[in-house]
């Protein structure tokens, strides 16, 4: 295999990845905006930091302020590189092992490689959409 069949999830080191966070504000609305953040250190970069790091950003940053006053505080995997994607649009909803529960845990431990996405959403509206996934705009 030359270097250029080399898929870039595998070829990029998880030292110096880039990931997209799709940061979700209303499910049934279907209203997200992705964050995407690059050279990150997927093997050092912890749950909660990445978190901390997204809440930063949307308060900090242009174009967020519809964002700033939504109660994020759960990611879950969306898809990896190269994996196939769920047909909901704004998150998959399937795949609660997805889910990721210890903020302690490096990104790396979860296994994020580059170009993975993550959602990043309000549990209790997550569990909300779950049981009456309905979406509002469509007829």
Do not use: C
Request: glycine share 2%.
């Amino acid at each position: 295999m030359s270097d250029e069949d080399i898929p870039v999830n595998i070829a990029v080191p998880k030292t110096d990845a880039t990931i997209t966070v799709r940061v979700i504000k209303s499910f049934e609305y279907r209203t997200e905006k992705s964050l995407i953040l690059h050279h990150l250190n997927l093997e050092q970069l912890t749950v909660g930091q990445l978190k901390d790091m997204v809440r930063q950003a949307i308060q900090t940053q242009s174009g967020w302020k519809p964002y700033r006053n939504v109660e994020l505080d759960t990611i879950k995997l969306y898809t990896k590189a190269h994996g196939a994607k769920t047909t909901n649009l704004i998150i998959n909803l399937d795949h609660d092992e997805w889910i990721f529960d210890d903020d302690s845990k490096t990104l790396a431990e979860m296994g994020l490689e580059n170009e993975s996405e993550v959602s990043f959403f309000n549990r209790k509206a997550y569990e909300e959409f779950k049981q009456h996934p309905d979406v509002k705009w469509e007829s």
